[in-house]
């Protein structure tokens, strides 16, 4: 390569590449927590009760707080307060106390939860197009460069 500026483009094409295909992996496995609901969920928020913690040799995942309808009613009104750990505790984002989430529960058994991202994050979907867009430009720079290099 004789020129400079393909060396920096080609740089920049391997960390966009990285970047959109660790980020695709990410919001993918986000996606895939609503198959452990295994039920259409009804979409709701709710905040971090108590965070991630260990004491001694044990581990207490995290509980999530929410409002639903009791267990077996889920044409009742969502008045009662939920405090579970949800299915995904390994949940893409972090999950510190107090922090609002938002979750879908079973409308069969509310107590079945899994958290679908923090408030303030994006949505997985949202985040699976923009990293595949990082993924496909970083791919596309890098063969332009390589194209550019053989000319």
Known sequence: MHEPWLTVSLLFAALWTLIGAHGTRAALRARRSLNLLGAPGIRTTGEV???????????HPPQIRYQAPPVGHPDAPPDRTYR????????????????????????????????????????????????????????????????????
Do not use: E
């Open 84 to 151: 579970q750990v949800p299915l995904n505790p390994d949940a893409p984002n972090a999950l510190h106390r107090g922090t609002p989430v938002i979750l879908h529960y079973d409308p069969t058994d509310p107590r079945r939860t899994v958290v679908i991202r923090t408030a303030k994050a994006y949505s997985p979907t949202t985040n699976l197009v923009w990293c595949v867009g990082f993924m496909v430009a970083g791919v596309g720079l890098g063969l332009g460069v390589g194209v550019c290099s053989l000319l």
């Open 49 to 59: 009760a108590n965070a991630a913690r260990r004491v001694g040799a044990s581990y």
